[in-house]
């Protein structure tokens, strides 16, 4: 099988990155998606020693049915992901008209069709910088909505445990979006 390894401009991989990935998907053949710990860093230092104890406690490794997972937050760093490429053409790949998570809309797609795997250990290191795209938490917010209110109607799995789940986190940043529009002076929106 070929297997497609990402780079985001604001990550770099850690030596042997690759290998490990690859041992893992040799060991774990019904995987078709992989992705890596990895430490936050900036200009001042490391942040975070690992990314993922934002998401998990303790962070471990994952390997099966990630979806519930990814429905909480979208916790796999692009650079630390490697995706088999049938799983990624047959997923539909990075979606154009989603602009600001199309990371987020691939991998719940992905993780829909495909069982997959985290590594808990940091391959890779996440570069913080003020002007990066994760940082438009609106604009996310208004992509993560539409994404989730999509799996919230069965679109990626009809699951009423998923769809429910789905849902709630909807809710949860359609409120979100209000206050934003509440303080921004836009009550209209809101």
Same mark, same amino acid.
């Given at each position: ?9 604001? &990550?770099?991989? *850690? ?29 001042? @230092? ?13 962070? +471990?490794?994952? /390997? ?30 990075? /979606? ?19 069982? @997959? ?22 604009? +996310? ?27 709630? *986190? ?14 921004? &002076? ?5």
């Amino acid at each position: 099988a070929v297997w497609l390894s990402l780079m985001d401009p604001d &990550e770099w991989w *850690k030596p042997r990155k690759p290998e490990r990935q690859a041992a893992w998907i040799t060991q774990h053949p019904e995987i078709r998606w992989i992705s890596t710990d990895g430490d936050y860093v900036a200009a001042e @230092g490391v942040l975070r020693e690992s990314w993922l104890s934002d998401y998990f406690q303790p962070v +471990r490794d994952l /390997n099966g049915d990630l979806l519930p997972y990814l429905i909480e937050r979208c916790f796999p760093l692009v650079s630390s992901m490697m995706i088999e490429a049938d799983a990624y053409r047959a997923s539909g790949g990075f /979606n154009p008209a989603v602009r600001w998570s199309q990371d987020y809309d691939l991998w719940l797609r992905l993780a829909a069709r495909h069982p @997959g795997a985290v590594i808990g250990t940091p391959l890779i290191t996440y570069w913080s910088s003020p002007g990066q795209l994760s940082r438009k938490v609106e604009e +996310r917010h208004k992509d993560d909505l539409a994404i989730l209110e999509r799996v919230a109607r069965g679109e990626l799995r009809s699951d009423p445990v998923i769809q429910s789940r789905a849902a709630a *986190k909807a809710a949860g940043l359609a409120f979100d979006l209000a206050l934003l529009a509440v303080r921004g &002076e836009r009550p209209e929106e809101a």
